[in-house]
């Protein structure tokens, strides 16, 4: 009985002892610099307001990777609604992501995603986060040919852990 009893504690403090859950929420928001071009021009405007809205899963605890998936709104200067979706390295404060995008409405956009950033935990289940965030857009209706967009964003966001 003793046994049982100290194999169930070690197996709860083991349990208890993963500070993030495997799954969470994040809301984001993103703005800074549009800068794109073909045949030599190249124009550099703001960028438009990006809210992105993720879930993420945890499957591998060392090292900490995830993957990610939401929407993704673009709006002031433009109005678009599109998928994203990637891995993710969490290594204490420290956060990397690299995936991809897609804006499918109204027009149609396809590009490659990354961000570098960090997080801080403002409640039991709550962290603040901070990135920059760099999105590259190669294809689509809405590119003219042989051109390419690049965004360069700073993002603020809420990740809320789920129980």
Do not use: N
Not at 2 to 29: H, K, N, P, T
Not at 130 to 159: E, K, S
């Amino acid at each position: 009985m003793r046994r049982a009893v100290l194999v169930v504690g070690i197996l709860m403090s083991a349990a208890s002892a993963r500070a993030d859950s495997l799954w969470d929420a994040e809301l984001r928001f993103g703005y800074g610099v549009s800068v794109g071009g073909s045949q030599g021009m190249t124009t550099t405007r703001a960028s438009p307001l990006t809210i992105a809205a993720m879930a993420s899963y945890a499957f591998e605890q060392e090292p900490p990777l995830s993957t990610y998936g939401g929407l993704t709104i673009e709006t002031l200067d433009r109005t678009s609604i599109g998928a994203v979706a990637g891995i993710k390295l969490a290594s204490g404060p420290l956060r990397l992501a690299a995936g991809g995008a897609w804006i499918f409405a109204p027009a149609t956009l396809w590009g490659a995603t990354g961000s570098i950033g960090t997080c801080k935990r403002v409640a039991k289940t709550i962290q603040a986060c901070g990135d920059v965030q760099l999105a590259t857009y190669f294809a689509g209706t809405d590119l003219p040919h042989g051109a390419a967009v690049t965004v360069i964003q700073l993002a603020m966001g809420l990740v809320i852990d789920a129980p």
